[in-house]
Nanobody
Framework: HVQLVESGGGTVQAGGSLRLSCVVS?????????VGWVRQVPGKKREGVAS????????VYGDPAKGRFTISRDNAKTAVYLQMDNLRPEDTAMYYC??????????????????WGQGTQVTV
């Protein structure tokens, strides 16, 4: 079955950086899909952060991420990364990696994803 495993979370001071990783395995249904990062604070709605297509050449970002976060993927298409710079206390959340089949542009809409990882905590 499809597995997404996140890592790289932790505690960092405001202004610092973290790099989250998501290893994707067992997804063989389609060559067209989007992988994204979604964050959630207890008691609040999930918030889409960034998403990237299978080829890794069309990233999209939610408003909180623009100018500070960068999503990318490796050439083997097994991992997706989220480089987070200039972190702020309001970035504190559980960050989830998620995947969905997609034949069109990716979106940061958190409600579109089919598969989810277990999450990694980021505390600023």
């Amino acid at each position: 079955h499809v597995q997404l495993v996140e890592s790289g979370g932790g505690t960092v001071q405001a202004g610092g950086s973290l790099r989250l990783s998501c290893v994707v395995s067992e997804y063989t249904y389609s060559a067209y899909y989007c992988v994204g990062w979604v964050r959630q604070v207890p008691g609040k709605k999930r918030e889409g952060v960034a998403s990237i297509n299978a080829d890794g050449d069309r990233p999209v970002y939610g408003d909180p991420a623009k100018g500070r976060f960068t999503i990318s993927r490796d050439n083997a298409k097994t991992a997706v990364y989220l480089q987070m710079d200039n972190l702020r206390p309001e970035d504190t959340a559980m960050y989830y990696c998620a995947l969905r089949p997609a034949y069109g542009p990716c979106s940061v809409d958190a409600g579109l994803y089919t598969y989810w990882g277990q999450g990694t905590q980021v505390t600023v």
